[in-house]
């Protein structure tokens, strides 16, 4: 039986605007994460997706409502739109950045970073500096970085935005690799529908602000998952169903 990460329940978060107006941002979420899930959250622009990877992350906190970890709140990688590594650092300096930064630099740490940078395909590239990487090579330094320190739990917010379609595919195979490998649980933010298909356990359909959760979508689909599975009629499917509900 499959355990719980985090219980979110009954989550709000209201915003306070700069010209006084209150901004309900989200309402009565309430969501039980299993360890090592992949769950996908999509939603309009301005539904809250954001705004609770944030309250995850500790970045922010709910109006009211609560959140239970069932291990550290604080054991968990965080990967943004822009990769934002360190342009004067190199790939290693930069993976191994939260290690030093924590004073972690174990033996077993150093041997798990290098692990990972193998894992992401980043092995020779150890010396480069961000600028003489691709787009989807600097977003995979910063999926190492954000487990280097083997956090339990990963949030992404839209990590693959700024790539292009075809780069976009490979960074989403790569990523459920390193996930089947390091079973970790994964909260991802995205706005293609086919890529939280592709990716998930399970979607979170979020409605438009203030953001609550319209319907969780189950994917069915099994691991490891194929670029030509896209082509199946289950795929296909899955996505014109998730296209229903977002309405
Ligand atoms: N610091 C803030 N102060 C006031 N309002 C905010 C703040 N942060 C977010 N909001 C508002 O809360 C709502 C949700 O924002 P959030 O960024 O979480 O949405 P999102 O679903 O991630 O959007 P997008 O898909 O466009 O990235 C929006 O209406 C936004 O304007």
Redesign the pocket.
Same mark, same amino acid.
């Given at each position: 039986m499959s355990t719980t990460a985090i219980r979110i329940e009954d989550v709000n978060k209201i915003?306070k &605007?700069s010209d006084g107006r209150e $901004?309900q &941002?989200l309402t009565h979420i309430d969501l039980n994460v299993k360890k090592s899930e992949f769950i996908s959250i999509i *939603?309009p %622009? *301005?539904? *809250?997706? %954001?705004?609770l990877l944030r309250i995850l992350a500790n970045l922010d906190t709910p109006s009211s409502g609560s959140i239970t970890w069932e291990k550290s709140a604080d054991n968990i990688g965080f990967v943004f739109q822009d990769a934002t590594l360190l342009p004067w650092k190199t790939v290693y300096q930069n993976a191994k950045f939260p290690l030093e930064v924590k004073k972690i630099e174990t033996k077993e740490n150093m041997e798990n970073l290098d692990k990972l940078l193998e894992l992401a395909g980043l092995k020779g590239f150890e010396k480069a500096y961000p600028r003489e990487l691709s787009g989807g090579m600097r977003q995979r330094v910063a999926i190492v970085r954000a487990l280097s320190y083997n956090p339990d739990v990963l949030l992404m917010d839209e990590p693959f935005g700024a790539l292009d379609a075809l780069t976009r595919d490979k960074m989403g195979i790569e990523l459920l690799r390193i996930w089947t490998e390091t079973k970790k649980t994964i909260l991802f $933010?995205t706005?293609s529908i086919s890529e939280a298909a592709f990716l998930s356990d399970r979607v979170i359909v979020m409605s438009p602000?203030p *953001?609550k959760i319209d319907e969780i979508i189950d994917i069915n689909l099994p691991h490891p998952r194929t670029v030509e599975m896209k082509e199946t009629i289950e795929f296909v499917n899955y996505v014109k169903k998730l296209r229903e509900v977002l309405g």
């Amino acid at each position: 039986m499959s355990t719980t990460a985090i219980r979110i329940e009954d989550v709000n978060k209201i915003y306070k &605007a700069s010209d006084g107006r209150e $901004v309900q &941002a989200l309402t009565h979420i309430d969501l039980n994460v299993k360890k090592s899930e992949f769950i996908s959250i999509i *939603g309009p %622009s *301005g539904c *809250g997706k %954001s705004t609770l990877l944030r309250i995850l992350a500790n970045l922010d906190t709910p109006s009211s409502g609560s959140i239970t970890w069932e291990k550290s709140a604080d054991n968990i990688g965080f990967v943004f739109q822009d990769a934002t590594l360190l342009p004067w650092k190199t790939v290693y300096q930069n993976a191994k950045f939260p290690l030093e930064v924590k004073k972690i630099e174990t033996k077993e740490n150093m041997e798990n970073l290098d692990k990972l940078l193998e894992l992401a395909g980043l092995k020779g590239f150890e010396k480069a500096y961000p600028r003489e990487l691709s787009g989807g090579m600097r977003q995979r330094v910063a999926i190492v970085r954000a487990l280097s320190y083997n956090p339990d739990v990963l949030l992404m917010d839209e990590p693959f935005g700024a790539l292009d379609a075809l780069t976009r595919d490979k960074m989403g195979i790569e990523l459920l690799r390193i996930w089947t490998e390091t079973k970790k649980t994964i909260l991802f $933010v995205t706005h293609s529908i086919s890529e939280a298909a592709f990716l998930s356990d399970r979607v979170i359909v979020m409605s438009p602000r203030p *953001g609550k959760i319209d319907e969780i979508i189950d994917i069915n689909l099994p691991h490891p998952r194929t670029v030509e599975m896209k082509e199946t009629i289950e795929f296909v499917n899955y996505v014109k169903k998730l296209r229903e509900v977002l309405g």
